[in-house]
């Protein structure tokens, strides 16, 4: 009787952690390959990781890098912490304390005088005093840690939230959010992660064995802090196309060199171009994309959807490569919550009338890059190719696409694959 009354007692306590079991099961198995390998595999395998990473254009742009300092079993991160002190940039360190994690600067010398944890793992001790990044300006990069990642990006962790909680808040305000790299052993990457809602994806994995292309990218038409040739890191495991990898790359760096001003002009003639179109004046139903701050701003065009009487429709994100078009009633901007990249969308608990139960008129669409022609590059998660496809089944029915951009987006040439649809027009400020 004891011993059931002492079995039941160990029963409630682990039911209140609740572990996933898949997690746990992973977490050994990884346990058990990064035990299997010799000290001199694992120092090739982080030499190997150090050149990609210190040769990425994210570590070679970033001014205040937070990172972890590694333990035997994880890739070397020293040489990464000479490295960023050698080129004059900012180090920043976990410490773990009451259930939360602070990113601290590292002084000079610092790690020779750290406490380990119980876990082997170095950190500032409590009554040393060191600038805390998120205090302080915050950061442009973390290179972050984890026992397994999938090649999207999906991140197993050791089990205590430290680094998902941390990523969550860093990334809170969209336009300040630090790009988040992970290193690791090639053991180490599997095709799938068991994620929970709580987990936190990394933007970026570099490992060994992923295959290193280094593209030069042409600078015409940058601002001349861009006239620059770069040496372009990419790996299969995020780039199934490097053609689409290195344009979007360039888009990107087109777009941040608009000024605000720029943004603002271009997207008040695409609006007076869009507003004037004769597909736009006769659609009743129209889906549009709410805009970020590297996009054309589509805010007026909703207020002058409802003005004029239609109906707008704005994109949920529901995983799986799905989305649906919701309905935007007056009000909803202020009710809608922010995904980690950015996006405004319903909440999945808002009731909204879905614009495929009655379709649509006219997609005004968003994406990376495009040509005169139509041809679009998208972001990578094919949502909107998927949902482009799904309306043109029936072409007596299918909406016309518009898309809707920035001078610096209208290129002579998009790589194109079987499932990416292209638009029927492309309105741009020139």
């Not at 050149?51 to 333990?71: C, D, G, M």
């Not at 959807?305 to 995983?319: E, L």
Request: glycine share 6%; charged share 30%.
């Amino acid at each position: 009787m004891v011993m059931k009354s002492r079995t039941l007692n160990i029963i409630r306590k682990m039911s209140k952690v609740q572990p996933n079991p898949a997690k746990t099961a992973l977490r050994a198995e990884i346990d058990e390959q990064i035990s299997a390998l010799s000290e001199e595999e694992k120092k090739r395998q982080s030499e190997v990781v150090f050149q990609k990473l210190v040769n990425h254009p994210w570590y070679t742009n970033a001014e205040r890098i937070s990172l972890f300092l590694s333990t035997d079993r994880e890739i070397n991160t020293f040489p990464i912490l000479d490295h960023i002190r050698s080129r004059g940039a900012h180090a920043f360190a976990p410490q773990y304390a009451g259930g939360r994690m602070r990113m601290l600067r590292m002084d000079t010398d610092d790690e020779k005088d750290m406490p380990e944890t119980k876990h082997g793992i170095k950190q500032h001790s409590k009554e040393v005093v060191r600038e805390d990044a998120m205090l302080t300006g915050g950061l442009d990069l973390i290179i972050a840690p984890g026992v397994a990642f999938a090649r999207s990006g999906d991140r197993l962790g050791h089990g205590g939230g430290y680094y998902d909680r941390y990523m969550k808040l860093a990334r809170a305000n969209p336009n300040a959010a630090p790009k988040v790299v992970a290193v690791a052993f090639d053991c180490q990457i599997v095709e799938s992660v068991p994620m929970d809602e709580h987990d936190q994806k990394v933007d970026l994995v570099l490992f060994p064995s992923s295959t290193i292309i280094y593209v030069l990218v042409s600078c015409r038409n940058l601002s001349r802090k861009y006239c620059e040739i770069f040496k372009i890191l990419l790996t299969k495991m995020t780039t199934p196309n490097p053609e689409k990898a290195v344009l979007r790359l360039e888009i990107d760096n087109r777009l941040a060199a608009l000024t605000e001003e720029v943004k603002k002009r271009q997207s008040e003639i695409v609006f007076q171009k869009l507003i004037n179109h004769s597909v736009y004046q006769k659609a009743k139903r129209i889906s549009v994309f709410l805009s970020t701050a590297t996009e054309i701003d589509t805010r007026p065009i909703i207020d002058h959807i409802r003005d004029r009487g239609a109906s707008a429709f704005v994109p949920q994100y529901i995983g799986g490569r799905r989305m649906r078009m919701l309905k935007m009633e007056k009000g909803d901007e202020d009710l809608m919550p922010y995904t980690r990249h950015g996006i405004q969308q319903h909440p999945r608990d808002l009731v909204r009338e879905d614009a495929l139960e009655r379709g649509l008129d006219l997609i005004i669409a968003p994406g990376a890059a495009f040509t005169r022609a139509g041809d679009r590059l998208g972001h990578g998660g094919r949502y909107y190719d998927n949902f482009i496809a799904s309306t043109r089944g029936n072409p007596d029915t299918a909406p016309k696409i518009i898309a809707v951009t920035f001078n610096c987006q209208v290129v002579d040439y998009v790589p194109m694959e079987e499932h990416d649809q292209a638009v029927d027009e492309v309105l741009f400020a020139e």
